[in-house]
């Protein structure tokens, strides 16, 4: 098994291939990016695409998206221009035969399921319609975010921009991930004891699905909300009847939010004006109380989506490989406290661990690292546990000053310490220049697992 990790900035793409003498299976997971590095050409996303088909001979075998974030998710989007390949559509010629999205993505579930339609419950909660709705405030608030630059800190403005962009419908990708799942097989996975039905594809290799757990089993994913529900719910219908833009999600409304006009249409703009001098004091103040609230009802939004993150054990020679994307840990909530026992056991020799959500604290709580516990050693040596990470520095969270408010910066600098000091650690902020990828061999049948050292 080799995994080849390849360099998108601020976002995951994964490719896992299982060698079986002269043929080979590939499992491509997440593909999307908010963020290029600095020195990386601007069409990096569709090299990316075309070495995937290059490398893949044409066929991926199973494609994961963990969930619906742009940085996860954005390379699948298509062109839909007859005749011109965007980098989704070249992911779509590989022809997967497995697509596995979590169990909120699936298209013939119910808008206020608490479920896929695979299992049956008559208790639900509107968690799927929550989720759209909650992307339609996303939209608005990045579009509000131009507006409100005056008087607004820095800081703030750049979280604001980022959350807001990342949190957008993606409608392109998704629809592209949909008509994939029907041209082969679609799999919309909660928690199960059981492994996943991949045997067809995936000879000899056990995959478990270990989240996110859905509403009739936990709630806890939703749980990122609860900190100010009224006021979330009473803005949330604001913003997606009155964008600044007219239909807040850019798509014509729906059936619960039609396109509506912006408000006080006819009233002239003000651009090239600047405020009377008594007023400015006064609407700088109101923008950065305004963004500031805004920013907080994002950061609600950005944790219930990445609560909805699948993640996936794969298990091979006694070899266990744990790709989690940006589960938080109410996601991982419902395994480590329902499922503990037999969960502690799958996870405490876990040999590679993909670190979640680019190296944040709320994706990799302390429970989760110290489970790892008989592979983390501070010695090198053979065996040592793998840690392996996809982030760019600058782009998500920040320092603070304040006590009260405490560093939220990605990656987690007290966190990479750790992942440095106990495990064979590797970033992508670690590649050279231009660096497309870079291959690491993570299991070999009958001989010790070393390290490649292939980069391109």
Known sequence: MTLRSYQVGFGDCFLLTFHYGARRRHVLIDFGSTGRPKD??????????EDIRRYCEGKIHVLVATHRHQDHISGFTTSGNPGEEAPGDIIRSCRPDVVIMPWTE??????????????????????????????????????QEKHLRFGLDRRV??????????????????????????????????????????????????????????????KAITSMRSKDT????????????????GAADGEGGDADHPKSAPIFAEAAPLAGHQAPPHTRWFISRM????????????RILDGVLNNTSVILLFEVGGKKFLFPGDAQIENWNYALVEKKEAVEKLLADVDVYKVGHHGSRNANP??????????????????????????????????????????????????????????????????PPRTLFQ????????????????KG
């Open 40 to 49: 990386s050409p601007p069409d990096l996303m569709r090299r990316v695409a």
């Open 106 to 143: 699936d298209p013939d579930a119910d808008t206020d399921a608490g479920h896929a339609t695979n299992v049956r419950e008559l208790s639900l909660l509107p968690f799927t319609r929550t989720l759209n709705q909650m992307q339609t405030v996303a939209a608005s608030i990045a579009e």
């Open 157 to 218: 403005s750049g979280q604001l921009a980022f959350l807001g962009e990342d949190n957008l419908k993606n409608v392109s990708a998704v629809n592209n991930l949909i008509e994939m799942g029907k041209a082969g097989r679609a799999m919309f996975v909660r928690y199960e004891d059981e492994p996943l039905d991949l045997g067809r594809e995936l000879p000899g290799v056990t995959v478990r699905a270990l989240g996110p757990p859905d509403l009739t089993q936990s």
């Open 230 to 245: 009224d006021q979330f719910w009473m803005l949330q219908a604001a913003s997606a009847r009155f964008s600044l833009r």
């Open 287 to 298: 923008n950065s109380i305004r963004g500031t609230q805004l920013l907080q009802l994002v």
């Open 366 to 431: 302390k429970s989760i690292w110290n489970g790892f516990v008989k592979k983390r050693s501070r010695r090198p040596r053979d065996g040592v546990l793998k840690t392996f990470m996809s982030t760019m520095a600058g782009k998500h969270g920040g320092h603070s000053a304040d006590p009260k408010d405490p560093h939220t910066e990605v990656p987690r600098e007290s966190l990479v310490a750790e992942l440095k000091k106990e495990s064979d650690h590797f970033s992508t902020q670690m590649l």
């Open 439 to 454: 291959d690491f061999e993570l299991y070999r049948a009958r001989a010790a697992s070393r390290k490649r050292a292939s």
